[in-house]
């Protein structure tokens, strides 16, 4: 079983901003795609963005277009999710996962493995 560990979230007032990080073995890490998805309560757990294996390609929901944005760094087998411009209803459990492939999917089913999830809390 390949273990995804996240880190970064917490409590942050309404404009605040966020990194989450997610750290992955290498030999799972190499050539895939990775993908952030997020659950809040009584909600289906949704893409928020994407990023191919070479980082040359990203994605972002229009839900948080131009406030969330993801990178990696291939040297540290890690990827990251920067949150800007917070909103009350980012809150949500967010989820890193790597992908079957190496370029990015909306789809949670293209997605193999995931982490274990981190709380994000945006206070209004």
Not at 69 to 76: E, F, P, V
């Amino acid at each position: 079983q390949v273990q995804l560990v996240e880190s970064g979230g917490g409590l942050v007032q309404a404009g605040g901003s966020l990194r989450l990080s997610c750290a992955a073995p290498g030999r799972t890490f190499s050539g895939y795609g990775m993908g952030w998805f997020r659950q809040a309560p009584w909600k289906e757990r949704e893409f928020v963005a994407g990023i191919s294996w070479r980082g040359d390609s990203t994605s972002t929901a229009d839900s948080v277009k131009g406030r969330l944005t993801s990178s990696r760094d291939n040297t540290k087998n890690t990827v990251y999710l920067q949150m800007n411009s917070l909103k009350p209803e980012d809150t949500a459990v967010y989820y890193c996962a790597r992908g079957f492939y190496s370029f990015i999917s909306w789809s949670s089913f293209d997605y193999e493995h995931w982490g274990q999830g981190t709380q994000v809390t945006v206070s209004s």
